[in-house]
């Protein structure tokens, strides 16, 4: 047994570290589907048991690897250079919801649609509903700053998290931000730390902000004849002054995919579906519903579909929240990319990837919260097409950013998109980066490899 492994043993005990196959194979991959096996899972219950861990790495010079539930999309959980991956699996309560102050402390390993579940009893609401919400933790949330359907009216991970407690690699254990909705003190190492993927530091505690839960819910799904006018509907719906919490899409084989896999047919003569949920008290959606009524004509729609009641509403949304399982079943190699453009391009990117799938030959298939202009690009080759892998997404992130869009909307880069993270950042910027990473983590121990 290696020395570092051995001290980890001796300090926090067998219950909390392991090493055997049982344990380090099944945290040696995520949802990227790579395989990086650990060398040592640990477990840890409180703070205190990752500042110890965390000086055994510094003393021994040993990569560490955070990890919530490993559903991560570009491979930020894999611990590339073996060490010690810590699951935040047992640090999963909710500490304390402050119905006063409409605020919440929660550990990271909390599953994120159990905090929106429990907080609802009280009146409240937590919206940041990532697709993976029934599995993914609250502390992986954050570490990418998800997003999801609601994200479109409520914003993002970051719009809802006041304060973090973050545990460094030498085991300083910092806190940032507060309690409170306002604060502007110094610079904002809160948001430094949301998004940055476990490279700068590791988040035993967080702040988050609640708000009022809406009264009421309505969800629209409106089947378009062609895929054009969908794409196009997204800009229509926003410039008529609706304001729906969700906005998402399916293209033509994102639909068939999910039936298929829920083994369920579609209609027919649909090409796209656009997804739009409403909230808010009766009169609000009510209104809202009327206006989307009169927005697209006959010619246009396949289908209206309006629901209300609750599992009517659900049935609509696991068509949408199953593509990804469904996708996944391809025996293809899938390339799943998570771009955002301006709504303004939505059109002309869309096109435009449907042209580059056609000239590669590739199975394409698009969806996602579309409203906040993120298209789930997804690339299906075979494996004599893989060679063309990088020539393929070199072309479609050049495309992106011509047009002002971003790599990443939600997904992160981890080591998915790190050859190309250079398309976006300048030079300049990536140098601050480094600066930043090494103000936290000047020996490279902490989640090596990942983002740059
Ligand atoms: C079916 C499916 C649907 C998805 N839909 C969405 C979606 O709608 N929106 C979206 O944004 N994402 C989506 N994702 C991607 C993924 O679920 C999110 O990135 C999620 O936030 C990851 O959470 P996790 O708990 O699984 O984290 P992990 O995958 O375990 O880790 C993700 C990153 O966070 C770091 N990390 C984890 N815990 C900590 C911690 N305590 N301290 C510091 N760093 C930490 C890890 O090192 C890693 O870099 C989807 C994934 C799947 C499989």
Redesign the pocket.
Known sequence: MKDYVKALMDTLGNKKVKITREYVETHSF??MRKKYLPEVVIFPEKTEDVVKATKIASKHKVPV?????????TG??LPLKGGILIS?SKMNKILKINVEDTTAIVQ?GVVTYDFIKEVEKYGLFYPPD???YR???I???V??N???PRCFKYGVTKNYILGLEAVMIDGTVIKTGGKTIKNVVGYNLTDLLIGS??TLA???EIITKLIPKPQKRGVVRLGFRSLGDAVKGVNKVITNGLFPSALEFMDKSAIEEVYRFLGLTPKENISAYLILEFDGNKKEIDSQIDVIKGLFNESELEEFLYATDPEEMDKIWQIRRNI??AVSKSDLLKYNEDIAVPRGKLTEVVDYIYELGESYKVKTILFGHIGDGNIHTNFFLTEEQVPFVEELLGKLFRKVIEVGGVLSG???I?IAKKDFIDYQLSPKILQIHREIKNIFDPENLL?PG?VF
């Open positions: 995520d949802a690897t955070p990890r919530g539930a490993g559903t991560g999309m930020g959980a935040f990271p990532p697709a993976s599995t993914s933790t502390g992986g949330n570490a990418e998800a997003g999801g993927e476990g590791i988040i035993t990804a399982g939600e997904h992160g981890g989640n990942k």
